[in-house]
């Protein structure tokens, strides 16, 4: 799906290894390279707006997406709570107006979409928050010099859905542990058969011992770990983050930070290689 020159990227990774902190600090810096960009929580916990520097108040008047029944109505033709086996979805609903209705501005350029997540009542349920919020991200179009940045919550359970379709760039956090790095390798191959083109690893607080390491996770498994992504990242560690809690983004203000620096090469990379298949097609 190519819909002109803007990019989506899809962050994903175990719990805890700073997902939610690289969204914000890339949606902070995409938005101050000039990107509009739209963040996108994906998450129940909805840390992102706290770590985009909304205050209490404001993060707080929040309604997530999936409990705007209303506009799930109106959008999908169902009710959420009413029995939806064998209802008619309206499975692409026309969405483009979900930003305006209830995007937050952040900031210059910058937007947040929270969405809510609801719990799959079993496999496969196609229940009208997940036609919607699935569409939404799917169908939102994306025009030249624009940016989506979805931050999702721990595990993999997005790629089986619809949600992570029509991505073009996935950013698999990990630290240098075993078991992260082993839902990693898990997440970068349900990214691919997701058809996400490029999909790269970002190790975080990575440190002097990390190619070391990684390399002896790749003794150990068998399998060159680098060799399941396009790109390999380090981003290191930086004592600074849990001082500056809930509100992150400000590490993305000291020019001394190397983590800044780095979250900024990496926004530079995103923005360099965008649509995929621009050279593809005849538009
Ligand atoms: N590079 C880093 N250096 C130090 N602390 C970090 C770094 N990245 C994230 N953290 C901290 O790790 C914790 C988890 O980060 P978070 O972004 O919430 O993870 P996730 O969204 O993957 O669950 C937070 O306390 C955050 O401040
Ligand atoms: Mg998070």
Redesign the pocket.
């Given at each position: 799906m190519c819909q002109g020159n803007g990019f989506r990227v899809v962050i994903t990774?175990?719990?805890?290894?700073?997902?939610?902190?690289?969204?914000?600090c890339l949606a902070t810096q995409l938005a101050r390279n000039g990107v509009m960009v739209l963040a996108v929580d994906e998450?129940p916990?909805m840390?992102l707006p706290h770590?985009l520097g909304l205050g209490i108040e404001a993060a707080g008047k929040i309604v997530p997406l999936n409990l705007n029944h209303g506009y799930i109505e109106e959008k999908t033709g169902i009710r959420p709570g009413a029995s939806g086996w064998g209802a008619m979805f309206k499975l692409n609903p026309d969405v483009n107006d979900v930003v305006k209705r209830f995007g937050v501005n952040v900031s210059n350029n910058l937007n947040l979409l929270v969405m809510g997540t609801v719990k799959q009542a079993g496999g496969g349920c196609l229940c009208a928050e997940n036609v919607l919020l699935d569409s939404t991200i799917r169908h939102l179009a994306l025009r030249d010099n624009e940016a989506i940045l979805l931050?999702t919550q721990?595990g993999v359970e997005h790629f089986g859905r619809a949600l992570a379709k029509g991505f073009n760039h996935c950013l698999v956090?990990s630290d240098d542990t075993f078991n992260a790095l082993t839902v990693a390798e898990h997440s970068a191959k349900l990214a691919r058969e997701s058809g996400i083109a490029h999909v790269s690893l970002v190790i975080?607080?990575?440190n002097q011992g990390t190619a070391e390491k990684m390399a002896r996770f790749d003794d150990y498994i068998g399998t060159g770990l680098a060799q399941n992504f396009n790109s390999v990242f380090l981003?290191?560690?930086?004592?600074r983050?849990?001082t500056?809690?809930p509100a992150?983004t400000r590490i993305m203000d000291m020019k001394d930070s190397d983590?800044g620096a780095a979250v900024a090469a990496l926004a530079s990379r995103l923005g360099s290689h965008t649509c995929e298949c621009a050279e593809n097609h005849s538009h």
């Open positions: 990774g175990k719990g805890g290894v700073g997902k939610t902190t690289l969204t914000s998450d916990q840390n770590a931050d721990a956090v975080n607080r990575g981003l290191p560690f930086e004592p983050l849990e500056l809690e992150v983590y």
